[in-house]
């Protein structure tokens, strides 16, 4: 085997132990999601091992039983363990019971192979994998959507808490997922003949295991800090006029400019109105038409755009990074974001449009 196709070979192998160290480094301050990462991680890392000892000592006899077994029982456990990943970030934790019944097939798929390794126990390990891949994918898409909407009716800014890259991670782990498909219909001998085939059969698998450690890494927001900021609540007697609540919560956020306070939440607004978090969220979105998120932010970006005016009709300079913290967002990148979002420019060109309006 070339060097460069054995660099291939070791590429995924390599990228999983790196992150498996980097969340093992971690593991004991870390939040439940990266626990379960720490796990993930490691599976595949013995997944990779054992992959890499398929091609560069067993390519003609094929792994040993015991081996074949730990395969997959590696590579049928580590679309669940991503699940039960997605199940803690989205703060819908799995019991032991279920975590069990989860893992379980696989496991028993496994200890099939070490009994009776032939093409039928191979067949069903590969139909269960396509099985959970889809499984992963849909359910795990779903959920990752609905935690979205919660952070959007819960948080003012989300820009640091959503998970949608982990729903476009998904869609590109189906595609891997349908290209390794092919890869067990050609077979080993095909690639082990084919070595050049390899840069293209793993350099994705490599990437997309790279930029799944990295963004579950780099994520700071904890789902306990969600659970606190989101505890259950008795809902009390609904208001009899809900244009009493909508007065109240008018009153709060336009006249009193409430929404120039930092990290307001959902929970803020209803304590400071006297009501409960779904009475104001079912106001917000029924009679505004739009997620608690998006209507704190709009009132913020139109609270920018008077504040933008003013300091051009006195020949001001508007220091945008000043103006951000100013009407209530963290930073200048959100500002930035949501500014595009309810305009469609970026606040320059707002500003320069304006300008030759008034011209």
């Given at each position: 085997m070339s060097i460069l196709c054995s660099v291939f070979v070791a590429l995924p192998l390599l990228v999983c132990l790196f992150w498996f160290v980097m969340y093992a480094a971690v593991h004991h301050h870390a939040d439940a999601a990266k626990k379960v990462q720490t796990v993930f991680f490691g599976v595949c890392t013995v997944?990779?091992?054992?992959?890499n000892l398929l091609y560069h000592v067993y390519a003609e006899t094929g792994l040993p039983t015991p081996l074949e077994s730990l395969w997959a029982a590696c590579s049928t456990s580590v679309y669940p363990i991503h699940f039960l990943y997605i199940c803690w970030l989205t703060a819908q934790p799995v019991s032991r019971r279920k975590m069990m019944l989860i893992l379980s097939?696989?496991?028993?798929?496994?200890?099939?192979?070490?009994?009776?390794?032939?093409?039928?126990?191979?067949?069903?390990?590969?139909?269960?994998?396509?099985?959970?891949?889809?499984?992963?994918v849909i359910f795990g898409y779903r959920r990752l959507h609905a935690f979205d909407r919660k952070l959007s009716e819960l948080y003012a800014e989300t820009e640091d808490k959503k998970v949608q890259p982990i729903r476009i991670l998904l869609v590109a782990m189906l595609l891997i997922a349908l290209n390794s498909f092919v890869l067990n219909i050609l077979g080993r001998e095909?690639?082990?003949?084919?070595q050049w085939m390899i840069v293209f059969a793993l350099s994705p698998i490599a990437i997309l295991l790279f930029v799944l450690g990295y963004i579950g890494y780099r994520r700071s927001f904890r789902v306990e800090q969600f659970l606190a900021d989101n505890p259950d609540e008795p809902l009390p007697v609904a208001p009899a006029d809900n244009k009493e609540l909508g007065a109240k919560i008018e009153h709060l956020m336009v006249t009193k400019a409430y929404y120039l306070q930092h990290n307001i939440t959902l929970t803020d607004v209803a304590r400071e109105v006297g009501s409960c978090r779904t009475y104001v969220s079912n106001y917000i979105n029924k009679e505004m038409h739009c997620s608690f998120s998006d209507y704190v932010n709009r009132l913020r970006i139109e609270h920018a755009k008077m504040v933008m005016l003013q300091h051009a009709r006195h020949g001001g300079a508007s220091k945008f990074s000043v103006i951000a913290i100013d009407v209530g967002f963290s930073g200048e990148q959100s500002f930035y974001r949501n500014f595009r979002k309810f305009t469609g420019m970026t606040p320059l060109e707002w500003l320069d449009?304006?300008?030759?309006?008034?011209?």
């Open positions: 997944l990779y091992i054992c992959h097939p696989g496991l028993v798929v496994a200890l099939a192979i070490l009994i009776w390794n032939n093409e039928v126990t191979d067949g069903l390990r590969q139909l269960l994998t396509g099985m959970q891949v889809i499984g992963v095909y690639f082990i003949a084919a449009s304006q300008r030759r309006g008034s011209s």
